[in-house]
């Protein structure tokens, strides 16, 4: 069965540097997505992306986080400068389209910033 | 704002018996989707269940099967026969119809005792 793959699984960056987090949705999906889980904290909304635009985003992502789909099967989370509350697990998910298409997600990376 | 609350962190069951965990939300909107997800340790998210907020009829996945209450705004999760294999992380989580972000509830954490 496809899944999402995330890469890489644990990043490890000093603060003030910029990441990339990438991730491979599934081939035959539309949309897609991020969200991320502090440790002991909901997985919150990141942002969704649908026809090489953002469609929707939530108030976390700010100027410093950016999404880009550079190529048919990578989508990929930019975060220019980080800060130490960027630790997190991110998770992309997938989905064909449509609220009750079910989201599909990935393993997560693991974002240390120190 | 939608809000999502597990109020269970943590539950335990015997293996073969059936435990139900719970999930209330609050939303405004009339028309929305449900999900259950599950999440083993160290492992992706997967679509356990869904449910559309317009049908009456509760969903059913084999072993797996919800309560939906809707002017209680209920969604409880019901495993019967519960394995081994179910012990995980169960995430709860809300779509409107017109989003697309999944909100989630904070998660209970399930135990099966052999």
């Known amino acids: 069965e496809p899944e999402v793959t995330q890469t890489p699984s644990h990043q490890v960056t000093q603060m003030g540097q910029e990441v990339i987090l990438r991730c491979v949705p599934i081939?035959?999906?539309?949309?897609f997505y991020w969200y991320r889980q502090i440790l002991g904290q909901k997985v919150e909304f990141l942002v969704s992306?649908?026809?090489?635009?953002?469609?929707?985003k939530s108030e976390i992502f700010d100027d410093q986080f950016s999404v880009e789909r550079p190529d048919g099967s990578n989508f990929t989370l930019k975060i220019r400068s980080t800060k130490l509350e960027d630790s997190a697990m991110y998770f992309c998910?997938?989905?064909?389209?449509?609220?009750?298409?079910?989201?599909?997600f990935g393993d997560g990376t693991r974002l240390s910033i120190l | 704002a939608q809000t999502v609350t597990q109020s269970q962190p943590e539950m335990s069951v015997q293996e073969a018996e059936t435990v139900t965990l719970s999930c209330t939300y609050d939303?405004?909107?009339?028309?929305?989707?449900l999900f259950w997800y599950k999440q083993p340790p160290s492992r992706q998210m997967i679509l356990v269940i869904r449910?559309?907020?317009?049908?009456?009829q509760n969903a059913t996945e084999n072993r797996f099967s919800v309560n939906f209450q809707k002017a209680a705004k209920s969604f409880s999760l019901k495993i019967s026969d519960s394995q081994l294999g179910d012990a995980a992380m169960y995430f709860c989580?809300?779509?409107?119809?017109?989003?697309?972000?999944?909100?989630f509830g904070g998660g209970t954490r399930l135990m099966v005792k052999p």
């Open positions: 939303t405004s909107e009339s028309d929305y989707y």
């Open positions: 998910a997938s989905s064909r389209g449509g609220p009750n298409q079910p989201q599909h």
């Open positions: 992306f649908y026809n090489n635009e953002i469609s929707e």
């Open positions: 449910q559309e907020a317009y049908k009456q």
């Open positions: 081939s035959n999906h539309l949309y």
């Open positions: 989580a809300y779509r409107a119809n017109a989003g697309n972000m999944l909100t």
